[in-house]
């Protein structure tokens, strides 16, 4: 191993401080697979990314004297020192390449909802095993100012004062630091519009509801279902605000809207009554194809529907469908564009599973069929290595090849397709 171009591992000690450990390289993980991190696998870890120390687990890294692989128990420099691996939370985006490389403890859970992305020390700097896949600075902090999110929090208070919505969104960017509701009091880009309250999946990683107490989730759900009227607007004050400007519905602190569909089908029509302007977009798990066509006849403009994986058995595992199945998936794609719609996937990667053989292979076949515009790459937030394991139970994975190579293959056979991580406004389909 070439010490000069290898990135050095890190790890932190109980107290939760990071420190390099001198003579071993980085890691990262792709399901069972190991990469040793090299300069040209990482990049300087992207502003706004956050350190994870992962409890119950131990650091796997390359003794790079011995030329091996190895797991630490204990610091190599700090005998008896119990130390635990580090792992990045990325900035959007980035999509990790590689996920933190670790063994768990016999009695170690489930780590909390987020990703996992590999990560290093080189040059004076942290480094990350990332792939940036849009340069947009959506979510950028820097551009989120606390003091101007609550003047336009008091602002919105003054034109929406009995808006319900308004006041969900006010938790949501304060409590939560949600960036979207952010930029909603802020005037920026997107704006969230959460409706319902149900879901006809039972996602693995679901952020808003987690029923078995496996895990935990990390904001609470809409208690309520906001009317036609206070959707509107909410809706119309971004939209008469802000250029280009984009409402969503589909949050991480709802289910899905399609199972609030006649309520977002009025309020669709109040929005477009009012305005040509602005993109509405929906974010769903497109369950419900038909009534997808009434919100598209409405005056919805985009959708962006949710996969983990083109195999049917992977997608059962991690979404749990409750009342659907894969086919109203691909029947909704199909729908949105046969009706010239802008159709993005919000793909939920995560290396060993979205760069297995058997999931590029159908994954090509589904683009061939399904020929979506956009597919937005989301680093799955689930634990990398359980997660890896409940796909393995549903169906084959053999060896990864990469998630660079994954991208680039998809660039080399769909060059229409477009690859992102935000919901693009329609000035720009």
């Known amino acids: 191993m070439d010490r000069d171009i290898a990135v050095t591992a890190v790890a932190a000690n109980a107290d939760g401080e990071i420190f390099e450990l001198e003579g071993y390289a980085a890691v990262g993980m792709a399901g069972s697979s190991l990469v040793i991190l090299t300069r040209d696998k990482t990049e300087t870890m992207p502003f706004g990314g956050e350190f994870m120390r992962l409890p119950d687990r131990v650091p796997l890294v390359f003794n790079l004297s011995q030329n091996r692989f190895e797991t630490l128990t204990k610091n190599p420099h700090q005998p008896g020192e119990p130390i635990f691996p580090v792992a990045a939370f990325n900035s959007p985006g980035y999509v990790n390449s ?18 996992y992305g590999a990560m290093g020390w080189d040059n004076g700097e942290f480094c990350s095993a990332v792939i940036q896949v849009d340069r947009e600075r959506r979510q950028d902090l820097r551009l989120m100012n606390l003091e101007k999110v609550k003047a336009g ?44 309250q149900n879901c006809n999946a039972r996602c693995l990683g679901c952020i808003s509801l987690q029923k078995e107490g496996v895990m935990s989730a990390p ?14 607007g909410v809706a119309l004050a971004h939209m008469r605000k802000v250029d280009q400007s984009i409402v969503s519905f589909g949050q991480g602190c709802e289910g899905d809207p399609l199972l609030a569909g ?3 089908l009025k309020a669709i029509e109040r929005i477009r009554s009012a305005t040509d302007q602005g993109t509405i977009n929906m974010n769903t798990n497109g369950s419900r194809p038909e009534m997808l066509k009434e919100l598209f006849d409405a005056g919805l403009d985009s959708i962006r529907v949710s996969i983990n994986s083109v195999q049917e058995p992977c997608y059962n595992a991690y979404f749990r469908p409750g ?8 029947e909704s794609i199909d729908t949105a564009l046969r009706m010239n719609k802008f159709v993005s996937l919000n793909y939920l990667n995560c290396p060993g599973v979205t760069d297995a053989p058997e999931e590029i292979a159908l994954f090509d076949e589904f683009l061939t069929q399904h020929p979506v515009h956009l597919i937005q790459w989301r680093n799955l ?3 990398p290595l359980r997660y890896w394991k409940h796909m393995c139970d549903a169906a084959p994975l053999g060896a990864p090849v990469g998630m660079k190579m994954v991208l680039k293959q998809i660039r080399n056979r769909f060059p229409a397709v477009k690859h992102g991580y935000f919901n693009p406004p329609k000035e720009k389909f």
């Open 323 to 330: 009342g659907y199945g894969f086919q109203e998936v691909r």
């Open 219 to 232: 904001q609470e759900r809409i208690g309520f279902t906001p009317t036609p009227e206070e959707i509107a």
């Open 98 to 115: 590689y996920t933190c490389a670790y063994e768990e403890g016999a009695d170690a859970d489930y780590l909390p909802l987020f990703s």
């Open 262 to 264: 006649p309520v977002v």
């Open 153 to 196: 929090i008091k602002a919105m208070e003054i034109r929406l004062p009995e808006n319900r919505l308004r006041q969900h969104l006010e938790k949501c960017a304060i409590e939560y630091g949600c960036p979207a509701a952010k930029n909603f009091f802020i005037g920026r880009c997107e704006a969230p519009l959460p409706v319902s």
């Open 381 to 383: 937030n689930f634990d």
